[in-house]
């Protein structure tokens, strides 16, 4: 049964609509589609077309290991593709019966629900869609409720690390604003937000609520660490980087075809001539890159409810987790797109680096493999995010 409630939610998208068939790469793409017991009893309960009912019958297998959430699965084709889509791209499930008889997954994707302390609606952007609309404006992305409707299963109470005293709703907007501060350049405002973490860590630990107040209030004054890339900085960004996408290779086909095509283009004995020509001509071929990237890095903060994530991290280490996801886009961006022009396909590969981080525990592992690669400490972590 649906409730309705007021959700907040990303300005921009609070009227998103689904592309369908007009996605260029489709959210089930590549990815298993589970159901749990009470979506699969609906939809096989359902009256449907013989067509649909053969697509059914191949397509949904139980679960070896049934549990209540996890009852059946659609596995993806050879291709990658779900055997539900119709060859239009539709699905062909949402096609005949509407959006109600759809896994739970596939009625609320891209959307990301959560109840404690308040109702948001947020929005992934492994979303094509979703990254389309964001990228339209130029302006900070704005937060706002709207009454809206969803059938709502069983919730569970947020865990915190730290006591966050009550003001949770309040420190993750105001995280996000340092983002959006403009009067400084995003690797700064990048920069800004782990020392808040830092300060911040420091804060609940000792639960001082008189310090998180004048900190959310406008008390907030540092000085961030002046850098300048050089050939030694590069070489050790890429050094990373490359680790990175090694232990993430297996995970993404599509991320990884990306990364080797980064490496290869940085790979030479020039390869700072090569960044720095790559720098110029991404940010030349796409001027408002750097609203692109704010708006991404506000939307999967608010989509993972940064820094409370609800696992047993420290704010520092989401703040890695985040700068991992910065550093990758900003790598692929320049390793793959200094000699492109088209939007769609730039598009495409941030959507797929999203799909990499919302489909898999990259947020709870980032960390860890940055600091197994020697890049964990706030020096090494503000070097990275600077080239």
Same mark, same amino acid.
């Given at each position: 049964?649906?409730?309705?409630?007021?959700?907040?939610?990303?300005?921009?998208?609070?009227?998103?609509?689904?592309?369908?068939?007009?996605?260029?790469?489709?959210?089930?793409?590549?990815?298993?589609?589970?159901?749990?017991?009470?979506?699969?009893?609906?939809?096989?309960?359902?009256?449907?077309?013989?067509?649909?009912?053969?697509?059914?019958?191949?397509?949904?297998?139980?679960?070896?290991?049934?549990?209540?959430?996890?009852?059946?699965?659609?596995?993806?084709?050879?291709?990658?593709?779900?055997?539900?889509?119709?060859?239009?791209?539709?699905?062909?499930?949402?096609?005949?019966?509407?959006?109600?008889?759809?896994?739970?997954?596939?009625?609320?994707?891209?959307?990301?629900?959560?109840?404690?302390?308040?109702?948001?609606?947020?929005?992934?952007?492994?979303?094509?869609?979703? $990254?389309?609309?964001? %990228?339209?404006? &130029?302006? +900070?992305?704005?937060? #706002?409720? =709207?009454?809206?409707?969803? /059938?709502?299963?069983?919730?569970?109470?947020?865990?915190?690390?730290?006591?966050?005293?009550?003001?949770?709703?309040?420190?993750?907007?105001?995280?996000?604003?340092?983002?959006?501060?403009?009067?400084?350049?995003?690797?700064?405002?990048?920069?800004?937000?782990?020392?808040?973490?830092?300060?911040?860590?420091?804060?609940?630990?000792?639960?001082?609520?008189?310090?998180?107040?004048?900190? $959310?209030?406008?008390? %907030?004054?540092? &000085?961030? +660490?002046?850098?300048? #890339?050089? =050939?030694?900085?590069?070489? /050790?960004?890429?050094?990373?980087?490359?680790?990175?996408?090694?232990?993430?290779?297996?995970?993404?086909?599509?991320?990884?075809?990306?990364?080797?095509?980064?490496?290869?283009?940085?790979?030479?004995?020039?390869?700072?001539?090569?960044?720095?020509?790559?720098?110029?001509?991404?940010?030349?071929?796409?001027?408002?890159?750097?609203?692109?990237?704010?708006?991404?890095?506000?939307?999967?903060?608010?989509?993972?409810?940064?820094?409370?994530?609800?696992?047993?991290?420290?704010?520092?280490?989401?703040?890695?987790?985040?700068?991992?996801?910065?550093?990758?886009?900003?790598?692929?961006?320049?390793?793959?797109?200094?000699?492109?022009?088209?939007?769609?396909?730039?598009?495409?590969?941030?959507?797929?680096?999203?799909?990499?981080?919302?489909?898999?525990?990259?947020?709870?592992?980032?960390?860890?493999?940055?600091?197994?690669?020697?890049?964990?400490?706030?020096?090494?972590?503000?070097?990275?995010?600077?080239?």
């Amino acid at each position: 049964m649906k409730e309705e409630h007021e959700y907040l939610l990303p300005a921009p998208l609070k009227n998103f609509v689904c592309k369908m068939g007009a996605c260029r790469h489709a959210c089930c793409e590549g990815w298993p589609i589970t159901f749990s017991v009470d979506d699969y009893f609906r939809l096989m309960g359902s009256e449907h077309s013989a067509e649909l009912g053969e697509r059914l019958d191949r397509g949904i297998k139980l679960n070896l290991s049934p549990t209540p959430d996890r009852y059946a699965i659609i596995y993806p084709k050879y291709d990658g593709n779900c055997p539900m889509r119709l060859p239009d791209g539709r699905c062909s499930i949402q096609a005949e019966l509407g959006e109600g008889v759809l896994a739970a997954v596939c009625r609320l994707y891209p959307r990301g629900l959560h109840f404690d302390p308040v109702y948001e609606c947020s929005f992934s952007n492994s979303c094509e869609g979703v $990254l389309e609309v964001l %990228f339209e404006s &130029d302006a +900070p992305i704005s937060f #706002v409720k =709207k009454p809206m409707a969803f /059938d709502i299963n069983a919730r569970r109470k947020r865990s915190y690390v730290f006591d966050t005293m009550g003001r949770e709703e309040d420190i993750r907007l105001w995280l996000i604003s340092l983002v959006q501060e403009r009067a400084y350049p995003l690797t700064v405002r990048i920069l800004r937000l782990g020392k808040a973490l830092l300060a911040l860590d420091d804060i609940m630990e000792r639960k001082d609520k008189a310090a998180l107040d004048t900190l $959310l209030d406008g008390g %907030f004054i540092t &000085d961030v +660490p002046d850098i300048c #890339v050089d =050939k030694e900085h590069l070489a /050790d960004g890429l050094h990373i980087m490359e680790r990175l996408l090694a232990i993430l290779d297996g995970r993404s086909n599509s991320v990884c075809d990306y990364g080797e095509e980064a490496l290869k283009y940085f790979t030479s004995d020039n390869s700072f001539d090569a960044y720095l020509n790559a720098r110029q001509s991404f940010e030349t071929t796409f001027p408002r890159w750097e609203i692109w990237f704010e708006h991404m890095l506000v939307n999967h903060m608010f989509f993972e409810q940064f820094p409370f994530q609800d696992r047993p991290e420290k704010p520092w280490d989401e703040f890695v987790s985040v700068c991992a996801v910065y550093s990758l886009l900003r790598f692929l961006s320049l390793g793959c797109f200094s000699a492109r022009e088209s939007y769609g396909a730039y598009v495409d590969m941030c959507a797929a680096l999203f799909r990499l981080v919302g489909h898999t525990a990259f947020s709870a592992y980032a960390g860890r493999m940055l600091a197994s690669v020697g890049c964990h400490m706030p020096d090494k972590v503000f070097e990275l995010i600077s080239l």
